[in-house]
């Protein structure tokens, strides 16, 4: 069975940065890997997605300020947010191994981390 292990979310002020991490457990790498958010009382939705060795594609609310990656020699993935907003307070999820059906579908990928709350205060 797949794990994620998330960290790195915490307390920040708007124009901050944070920069959350993903650990996947020994051979469970993929280049089809993908962070979604859930602020309170919303529908979880799709971050950033990463889809080849050096592609990836954001949701237009973060594009330009966060940055997906990766580290295969170490298994982890990255989300590196600048410039932080309020409305980007939400529980971030790493997502993994995904099955087809719609990437924005959160019932389409298989493996999840357990969240790491990222606050942005104004």
């Known amino acids: 069975q797949v794990q994620l292990v998330e960290s790195g979310g915490g307390l920040v002020q708007a124009g901050g940065s944070l920069r959350l991490s993903c650990t996947a457990s020994?051979?469970?790498?993929?280049?089809?890997q993908a962070w979604f958010r859930q602020a309170p009382g919303k529908e979880r939705e799709l971050v950033a997605r990463?889809?080849?060795?050096?592609?990836?594609d954001y949701a237009d609310s973060v594009k330009g300020r966060f940055t997906i990656s990766k580290d295969k020699a170490k298994n982890t993935y990255y989300l590196e947010m600048n410039n932080l907003k309020p409305e980007d307070t939400a529980v971030y999820y790493c997502?993994?191994?995904?099955?087809?059906?719609?990437?924005?579908?959160?019932?389409?990928?298989?493996?999840w981390g357990q969240g790491t709350r990222v606050t942005v205060s104004s």
């Open positions: 990463l889809f080849t060795t050096r592609e990836a």
């Open positions: 997502a993994l191994n995904y099955d087809g059906g719609g990437y924005s579908r959160p019932d389409n990928w298989r493996d």
């Open positions: 020994q051979g469970a790498f993929s280049y089809n």
